[in-house]
Protein backbone atom coordinates (compact mmCIF):
# COMPACT_ATOMS: atom_id res chain seq x y z
CA UNK A 1 0.00 0.00 0.00
CA UNK A 2 1.41 3.43 -0.89
CA UNK A 3 1.61 5.95 1.89
CA UNK A 4 0.52 9.34 1.35
CA UNK A 5 3.03 11.82 0.28
CA UNK A 6 5.07 13.89 3.59
CA UNK A 7 4.02 17.14 3.59
CA UNK A 8 7.50 18.80 2.52
CA UNK A 9 7.48 16.42 -0.36
CA UNK A 10 4.56 19.32 -2.01
CA UNK A 11 7.03 21.98 -1.84
CA UNK A 12 10.21 23.05 -3.84
CA UNK A 13 13.13 22.29 -2.98
CA UNK A 14 13.98 25.44 -1.25
CA UNK A 15 11.25 25.31 1.23
CA UNK A 16 11.62 21.99 2.22
CA UNK A 17 13.81 22.85 5.44
CA UNK A 18 11.57 25.35 6.75
CA UNK A 19 8.65 22.58 6.96
CA UNK A 20 11.56 20.01 8.38
CA UNK A 21 9.53 19.71 11.25
CA UNK A 22 5.85 18.46 9.67
CA UNK A 23 7.17 15.32 8.69
CA UNK A 24 9.66 14.66 12.50
CA UNK A 25 7.11 11.75 13.23
CA UNK A 26 7.10 9.80 9.88
CA UNK A 27 7.87 6.40 10.28
CA UNK A 28 10.45 6.72 7.75
CA UNK A 29 12.61 9.29 9.08
CA UNK A 30 14.72 9.56 6.26
CA UNK A 31 12.35 10.30 3.73
CA UNK A 32 11.27 13.58 5.32
CA UNK A 33 12.81 16.90 2.99
CA UNK A 34 13.20 14.36 0.25
CA UNK A 35 11.79 13.10 -2.58
CA UNK A 36 11.56 9.59 -2.42
CA UNK A 37 9.59 6.61 -3.01
CA UNK A 38 10.28 3.30 -1.22
CA UNK A 39 8.21 0.49 -1.35
CA UNK A 40 10.31 -1.95 -2.92
CA UNK A 41 12.47 -4.29 -0.08
CA UNK A 42 15.75 -3.23 -2.23
CA UNK A 43 15.20 0.73 -2.15
CA UNK A 44 14.09 0.36 1.87
CA UNK A 45 17.17 -1.29 2.41
CA UNK A 46 19.10 1.42 0.57
CA UNK A 47 17.20 3.90 2.60
CA UNK A 48 17.81 2.13 6.11
CA UNK A 49 21.54 2.49 5.52
CA UNK A 50 21.35 5.96 4.22
CA UNK A 51 19.11 6.89 7.53
CA UNK A 52 22.39 5.75 9.39
CA UNK A 53 24.94 7.70 7.38
CA UNK A 54 23.31 10.84 6.91
CA UNK A 55 23.75 12.38 10.49
CA UNK A 56 26.94 11.77 9.63
CA UNK A 57 30.16 14.16 7.90
CA UNK A 58 31.69 10.98 6.48
CA UNK A 59 31.92 11.55 2.64
CA UNK A 60 30.04 9.38 0.81
CA UNK A 61 29.77 7.92 -2.65
CA UNK A 62 26.98 7.02 -4.52
CA UNK A 63 26.76 4.33 -7.17
CA UNK A 64 24.16 3.37 -10.34
CA UNK A 65 23.25 3.52 -13.74
CA UNK A 66 22.27 6.89 -14.91
CA UNK A 67 18.67 8.23 -14.28
CA UNK A 68 18.21 6.22 -10.97
CA UNK A 69 18.37 8.96 -8.71
CA UNK A 70 21.51 9.63 -7.47
CA UNK A 71 21.45 13.63 -6.84
CA UNK A 72 18.11 12.63 -5.09
CA UNK A 73 19.08 10.56 -2.47
CA UNK A 74 22.29 12.71 -1.88
CA UNK A 75 19.57 16.13 -1.30
CA UNK A 76 17.91 13.08 1.31
CA UNK A 77 21.42 12.79 3.04
CA UNK A 78 21.40 16.34 3.21
CA UNK A 79 18.04 17.27 4.24
CA UNK A 80 18.09 14.24 7.36
CA UNK A 81 21.67 15.86 8.40
CA UNK A 82 22.80 18.23 10.99
CA UNK A 83 23.85 20.32 7.93
CA UNK A 84 20.01 20.79 6.83
CA UNK A 85 19.76 24.34 7.10
CA UNK A 86 22.91 25.23 4.94
CA UNK A 87 23.41 25.37 1.41
CA UNK A 88 22.91 22.16 -1.13
CA UNK A 89 24.84 22.24 -3.82
CA UNK A 90 25.61 20.19 -7.03
CA UNK A 91 28.10 20.37 -10.19
CA UNK A 92 28.05 18.40 -12.97
CA UNK A 93 31.87 17.90 -13.78
CA UNK A 94 31.23 16.09 -16.99
CA UNK A 95 29.24 19.08 -18.40
CA UNK A 96 32.30 21.86 -17.62
CA UNK A 97 34.69 22.02 -19.64
CA UNK A 98 38.33 21.15 -17.78
CA UNK A 99 39.71 24.54 -18.30
CA UNK A 100 36.54 25.78 -16.49
CA UNK A 101 35.94 23.19 -13.86
CA UNK A 102 38.99 24.08 -11.21
CA UNK A 103 37.74 27.89 -11.33
CA UNK A 104 34.20 26.61 -10.60
CA UNK A 105 34.72 24.41 -7.66
CA UNK A 106 37.95 26.26 -6.01
CA UNK A 107 36.89 29.99 -7.11
CA UNK A 108 39.87 32.39 -8.36
CA UNK A 109 41.48 35.56 -8.20
CA UNK A 110 41.42 38.85 -10.38
CA UNK A 111 43.97 38.53 -13.14
CA UNK A 112 44.59 34.74 -12.61
CA UNK A 113 43.71 33.90 -16.33
CA UNK A 114 41.95 35.77 -19.52
CA UNK A 115 38.60 37.06 -18.69
CA UNK A 116 38.92 36.66 -14.48
CA UNK A 117 38.19 40.48 -14.17
CA UNK A 118 37.01 39.84 -10.01
CA UNK A 119 37.65 38.07 -7.81
CA UNK A 120 34.75 34.91 -7.53
CA UNK A 121 34.38 31.82 -4.63
CA UNK A 122 33.60 28.82 -6.35
CA UNK A 123 31.53 26.02 -4.92
CA UNK A 124 33.29 25.02 -1.60
CA UNK A 125 33.32 27.98 -0.65
CA UNK A 126 29.28 28.75 -1.92
CA UNK A 127 28.38 25.63 0.31
CA UNK A 128 30.12 26.59 3.44
CA UNK A 129 28.68 24.94 5.91
CA UNK A 130 26.55 22.46 3.81
CA UNK A 131 26.92 20.12 1.11
CA UNK A 132 28.48 19.60 -1.62
CA UNK A 133 27.72 17.00 -4.57
CA UNK A 134 30.10 16.53 -7.49
CA UNK A 135 28.32 14.41 -10.01
CA UNK A 136 29.78 12.42 -12.29
CA UNK A 137 33.25 12.64 -10.10
CA UNK A 138 34.75 9.80 -12.38
CA UNK A 139 34.84 12.23 -15.21
CA UNK A 140 37.38 14.44 -12.90
CA UNK A 141 40.30 15.71 -15.13
CA UNK A 142 43.27 13.30 -13.01
CA UNK A 143 45.14 17.04 -12.90
CA UNK A 144 42.39 18.07 -10.04
CA UNK A 145 42.36 14.85 -8.30
CA UNK A 146 44.95 16.29 -6.28
CA UNK A 147 43.64 19.71 -5.59
CA UNK A 148 40.55 17.65 -4.11
CA UNK A 149 42.17 15.23 -2.67
CA UNK A 150 43.88 18.22 -0.48
CA UNK A 151 40.31 19.88 -0.03
CA UNK A 152 39.18 16.46 1.29
CA UNK A 153 42.37 15.80 3.89
CA UNK A 154 42.76 19.25 5.26
CA UNK A 155 39.96 21.04 4.48
CA UNK A 156 41.73 23.98 2.75
CA UNK A 157 41.25 24.79 -0.64
CA UNK A 158 42.79 27.66 -3.28
CA UNK A 159 41.52 29.63 -5.56
CA UNK A 160 43.34 29.88 -8.88
CA UNK A 161 45.44 32.56 -8.91
CA UNK A 162 46.02 32.71 -5.31
CA UNK A 163 48.84 32.24 -2.71
CA UNK A 164 46.67 31.66 -0.03
CA UNK A 165 44.45 28.52 0.97
CA UNK A 166 40.65 29.35 2.54
CA UNK A 167 39.76 26.70 5.37
CA UNK A 168 36.10 25.33 4.08
CA UNK A 169 33.53 23.61 5.98
CA UNK A 170 31.62 21.17 3.54
CA UNK A 171 30.53 17.62 3.30
CA UNK A 172 31.22 15.85 -0.13
CA UNK A 173 29.05 13.69 -1.47
CA UNK A 174 29.66 12.16 -4.85
CA UNK A 175 28.12 9.96 -7.46
CA UNK A 176 29.16 8.28 -10.86
CA UNK A 177 27.40 5.77 -12.99
CA UNK A 178 31.30 4.37 -13.86
CA UNK A 179 33.02 1.97 -12.52
CA UNK A 180 35.73 3.90 -10.32
CA UNK A 181 37.40 0.41 -9.43
CA UNK A 182 38.65 -0.03 -13.19
CA UNK A 183 39.28 3.66 -14.08
CA UNK A 184 41.88 3.62 -10.89
CA UNK A 185 43.48 0.11 -12.20
CA UNK A 186 43.70 2.00 -15.76
CA UNK A 187 45.64 4.62 -14.02
CA UNK A 188 42.51 6.81 -14.80
CA UNK A 189 41.44 8.02 -11.07
CA UNK A 190 44.01 8.60 -8.24
CA UNK A 191 44.24 5.54 -5.80
CA UNK A 192 44.37 7.80 -2.61
CA UNK A 193 41.34 9.98 -3.74
CA UNK A 194 39.17 7.19 -4.43
CA UNK A 195 39.23 5.48 -1.31
CA UNK A 196 39.25 8.64 0.37
CA UNK A 197 35.70 9.39 -1.36
CA UNK A 198 34.41 6.38 -1.02
CA UNK A 199 33.69 6.73 3.10
CA UNK A 200 30.59 5.13 2.66
CA UNK A 201 29.31 3.69 -0.53
CA UNK A 202 25.43 3.56 -1.63
CA UNK A 203 24.38 1.21 -4.37
CA UNK A 204 20.97 3.22 -5.59
CA UNK A 205 19.04 -0.03 -7.06
CA UNK A 206 18.03 0.56 -10.88
CA UNK A 207 14.18 0.62 -11.49
CA UNK A 208 13.42 -2.74 -13.09
CA UNK A 209 15.06 -4.02 -9.67
CA UNK A 210 12.29 -1.77 -7.70
CA UNK A 211 9.08 -2.76 -9.18
CA UNK A 212 7.06 -1.90 -6.71
CA UNK A 213 8.00 1.54 -6.81
CA UNK A 214 7.34 2.38 -10.60
CA UNK A 215 3.70 3.02 -10.24
CA UNK A 216 3.86 5.14 -6.65
CA UNK A 217 6.56 7.17 -8.55
CA UNK A 218 4.44 7.10 -11.53
CA UNK A 219 1.24 8.75 -10.21
CA UNK A 220 3.62 10.95 -8.16
CA UNK A 221 5.04 12.61 -11.52
CA UNK A 222 1.42 12.82 -13.01
CA UNK A 223 0.40 14.43 -9.71
CA UNK A 224 3.19 17.13 -10.32
CA UNK A 225 1.93 17.29 -14.46
CA UNK A 226 -1.35 18.65 -13.17
CA UNK A 227 -3.03 15.92 -14.94
CA UNK A 228 -6.79 16.38 -14.24
CA UNK A 229 -7.45 12.84 -13.14
CA UNK A 230 -4.17 11.82 -12.02
CA UNK A 231 -4.52 8.20 -13.04
CA UNK A 232 -3.61 5.85 -15.82
CA UNK A 233 -6.02 3.13 -16.94
CA UNK A 234 -5.66 -0.53 -16.32
CA UNK A 235 -3.86 -1.31 -19.58
CA UNK A 236 -1.54 1.74 -18.95
CA UNK A 237 -0.69 0.21 -15.84
CA UNK A 238 0.59 -3.10 -17.17
CA UNK A 239 2.34 -1.61 -19.53
CA UNK A 240 3.98 0.21 -17.49
CA UNK A 241 4.72 -2.17 -14.99
CA UNK A 242 6.25 -4.32 -17.84
CA UNK A 243 8.50 -2.53 -19.32
CA UNK A 244 12.43 -2.63 -18.56
CA UNK A 245 13.07 1.10 -17.99
CA UNK A 246 16.46 1.34 -18.82
CA UNK A 247 16.82 5.03 -18.48
CA UNK A 248 15.38 4.63 -15.20
CA UNK A 249 13.55 6.98 -13.37
CA UNK A 250 14.18 9.98 -15.60
CA UNK A 251 12.48 7.80 -18.42
CA UNK A 252 9.85 7.20 -16.34
CA UNK A 253 9.51 11.14 -15.79
CA UNK A 254 9.59 11.83 -19.60
CA UNK A 255 6.86 8.73 -20.26
CA UNK A 256 4.72 9.91 -17.43
CA UNK A 257 4.58 13.36 -19.64
CA UNK A 258 3.93 12.11 -22.55
CA UNK A 259 1.49 10.66 -21.40
CA UNK A 260 0.30 13.95 -19.26
CA UNK A 261 -0.19 15.43 -22.78
CA UNK A 262 -1.65 13.19 -25.29
CA UNK A 263 -4.31 12.09 -22.61
CA UNK A 264 -5.53 15.62 -22.70
CA UNK A 265 -7.43 15.23 -19.62
CA UNK A 266 -8.45 11.78 -19.61
CA UNK A 267 -6.86 9.09 -17.70
CA UNK A 268 -3.60 7.97 -19.58
CA UNK A 269 -3.91 4.34 -21.65
CA UNK A 270 -1.87 2.72 -23.31
CA UNK A 271 -2.06 4.57 -26.63
CA UNK A 272 -0.76 8.14 -24.83
CA UNK A 273 2.60 6.62 -23.71
CA UNK A 274 5.82 6.33 -25.80
CA UNK A 275 5.69 3.39 -28.27
CA UNK A 276 8.72 1.81 -26.89
CA UNK A 277 7.17 1.06 -23.90
CA UNK A 278 5.03 -1.74 -26.02
CA UNK A 279 7.91 -3.10 -28.41
CA UNK A 280 11.32 -2.30 -26.67
CA UNK A 281 12.93 -5.36 -24.61
CA UNK A 282 11.74 -6.36 -21.52
CA UNK A 283 8.01 -5.12 -22.09
CA UNK A 284 5.17 -7.36 -22.44
CA UNK A 285 3.06 -7.09 -25.74
CA UNK A 286 -0.11 -6.25 -25.25
CA UNK A 287 -2.75 -8.74 -24.31
CA UNK A 288 -4.59 -10.35 -27.70
CA UNK A 289 -8.17 -8.58 -27.85
CA UNK A 290 -9.81 -11.83 -28.25
CA UNK A 291 -10.33 -14.25 -25.34
CA UNK A 292 -7.77 -17.15 -24.69
CA UNK A 293 -8.81 -20.58 -25.68
CA UNK A 294 -7.99 -24.42 -24.99
CA UNK A 295 -5.24 -25.75 -25.88
CA UNK A 296 -6.38 -28.63 -27.81
CA UNK A 297 -8.46 -25.91 -30.12
CA UNK A 298 -5.09 -24.16 -30.50
CA UNK A 299 -3.61 -27.66 -32.02
CA UNK A 300 -6.41 -28.29 -34.08
CA UNK A 301 -6.58 -24.98 -35.77
CA UNK A 302 -2.65 -25.47 -36.24
CA UNK A 303 -2.88 -28.94 -37.42
CA UNK A 304 -5.56 -28.09 -39.89
CA UNK A 305 -4.14 -25.26 -41.30
CA UNK A 306 -0.68 -27.10 -41.84
CA UNK A 307 -2.79 -29.67 -43.68
CA UNK A 308 -4.12 -27.00 -45.72
CA UNK A 309 -0.77 -26.08 -46.74
CA UNK A 310 0.30 -29.24 -48.02
CA UNK A 311 -2.47 -29.79 -49.61
CA UNK A 312 -3.87 -32.66 -47.58
CA UNK A 313 -0.63 -34.98 -47.65
CA UNK A 314 -0.52 -36.89 -44.45
CA UNK A 315 3.22 -37.56 -44.64
CA UNK A 316 4.54 -33.90 -45.47
CA UNK A 317 2.39 -32.38 -42.83
CA UNK A 318 3.30 -35.44 -40.17
CA UNK A 319 6.91 -34.28 -40.90
CA UNK A 320 6.28 -30.52 -40.78
CA UNK A 321 4.78 -31.24 -37.09
CA UNK A 322 7.02 -33.60 -36.09
CA UNK A 323 4.26 -36.20 -34.92
CA UNK A 324 4.05 -39.78 -36.46
CA UNK A 325 1.49 -40.29 -39.32
CA UNK A 326 -0.18 -42.74 -37.04
CA UNK A 327 -0.70 -40.03 -34.24
CA UNK A 328 -1.51 -37.49 -37.21
CA UNK A 329 -4.08 -39.58 -38.63
CA UNK A 330 -5.36 -40.31 -35.35
CA UNK A 331 -6.22 -36.55 -34.83
CA UNK A 332 -7.58 -36.03 -38.02
CA UNK A 333 -10.10 -39.09 -38.06
CA UNK A 334 -11.20 -37.58 -33.97
CA UNK A 335 -11.67 -33.78 -36.21
CA UNK A 336 -13.30 -35.88 -38.84
CA UNK A 337 -10.87 -34.28 -41.32
CA UNK A 338 -10.35 -35.91 -45.32
CA UNK A 339 -6.80 -37.39 -45.81
CA UNK A 340 -4.81 -37.74 -48.53
CA UNK A 341 -3.06 -41.57 -47.86
CA UNK A 342 0.40 -40.52 -49.23
Known amino acids: MTRPPLPCLQEPLENQARLCRQCRTSEDPFRRCSQISAESDAFRRLLDRAALVAPSDISVLILGESGTGKEVLARGLHANSRRAKAPFLAVNLAALPSELLESEL ?81 GRFRSDLYFRLRGIALRVPPLRERKADIMPLAHRFLSRENHPTGAFTPAAERLVRAYAWPGNVRELINAVRHGAVLSAGKDVAPEHLPEELGHAPGSRPPRPSDPPRPLAEVEKAHILSVMDHVDGEVGEAARILG ?5 LWRKLSSYGHPKRNR
Open 106 to 186: FGHRRGAFTGADQHKAGMFEAAEGGTLLLDEVGEMPINLQAKLLRALQDGEIRRVGDVESRRVDVRIICATHQDLDSLVNS
Open 323 to 327: LSRTT
